[in-house]
């Protein structure tokens, strides 16, 4: 999925700051958001200037053999 530069409602570049990253963490962090209920494959941005908040991943969006099948 395509993780944006800047915040997709307000545009602002400078308030768009990553939140959580699954790859970064100890474990105190871990267990924190995993209380938040944040996913480990999912990377958080947060805008601090409208307060707008995007969950993204990392991996690429294919189609699978059986949904070309479909088609």
Do not use: Q
């Not at 990553?18 to 209380?35: G, Q, R």
């Not at 993204?56 to 294919?62: I, L, M, Q």
Request: hydrophobic share 25%; aromatic share 16%; proline share 4%.
């Amino acid at each position: 999925m395509f993780i944006p530069k800047r915040c997709p409602r307000c545009r602002d570049i400078a308030g768009w700051t990553e939140v959580y990253n699954p790859h970064c963490h100890s474990s105190i962090e871990s267990f924190i958001n995993f209380i938040k209920g944040y996913s480990t494959r999912d990377y958080v941005y947060r805008c601090e200037n409208c307060g707008y908040e995007g969950v993204y991943n990392d991996h690429a969006e294919t189609l699978d053999r059986n949904f070309r099948r479909r088609l």
